[in-house]
């Protein structure tokens, strides 16, 4: 649009009409971005979850293949444990994505593919605005010239050219002022279910894991230490490793 270039005399839409389309318009562009951000924060959050439960896996798995297991019973009963606990965390983790993905990710998908036909409707309203303004210029013009036979044959003209582009304009703006309103309250109807459905999920999972990771501490922790007197024990052996000749100091 050329700022420079001359408009309407005329204010042809209400600068009240104007204001509450641009507030409730810059509410519907922020929940966009909202809604964008928290689309990606919750891919990474499900990424990042099954990231830890695959390495969770990945390390026991490890363990039991690894040689130190073999001539210890004990130790390698107690890997074998955590490697059982492991791969059922990972299959708790899977379900709580599931869950996450059909009762969150994908109703904030469809919520998102509403915004482009809004922002259309929108654009569309503009470009029948600016239609509207040349008219409404155009009329103007013959008003403030002499009215000689041709000039008012114009006007008349003009007037008509006008008249169908302001009703297209008017119902435009009538329609997105009385819908984005509805649009935008409707949000927390729409969510609060799916961030239920989050919270359960988590729930859930949590609940399974402390009963999971309970059982493994019972199998595994036969000797009940602090972590401070297991760090003592740690150095005291890593103390008698470090005395070894082969890796003695020069």
Partial sequence: RNPFKAGPKKQIVPKTVERDFEREYGKLQQLEDQTKKLQKDMKKSIEADLAMSKSAVRISSDLLGNPLC??????????TALDTAMKRMDAFNQ???????????????????????????????????????????????YEEKERTGAVIAKLHQAREELRPIREDFEIKSRQLLDEMPKFYNSRIDFFK?????????????????????????QQVDEIQLTDAERERENEAKLAELRALSIVADD
């Fill in 193 to 217: 279910p799916s961030f239920q459905s989050l919270i359960r999920a988590q729930v859930v999972y949590y609940t399974e894991m402390s009963r999971v990771l309970g059982e493994l501490a």
């Fill in 70 to 79: 073999e001539p210890d019973a004990d130790f390698l009963s107690m890997v």
């Fill in 95 to 141: 379900e709580k994505v599931n869950q996450i993905q059909k009762t969150l990710m994908d109703p904030l998908k469809r919520y998102s593919s509403v915004f482009p036909s809004l922002n259309m409707a929108v654009k569309r309203r503009e470009q029948a605005l600016q239609e509207y303004k040349r008219l409404q210029t155009k009329v103007e013009k």
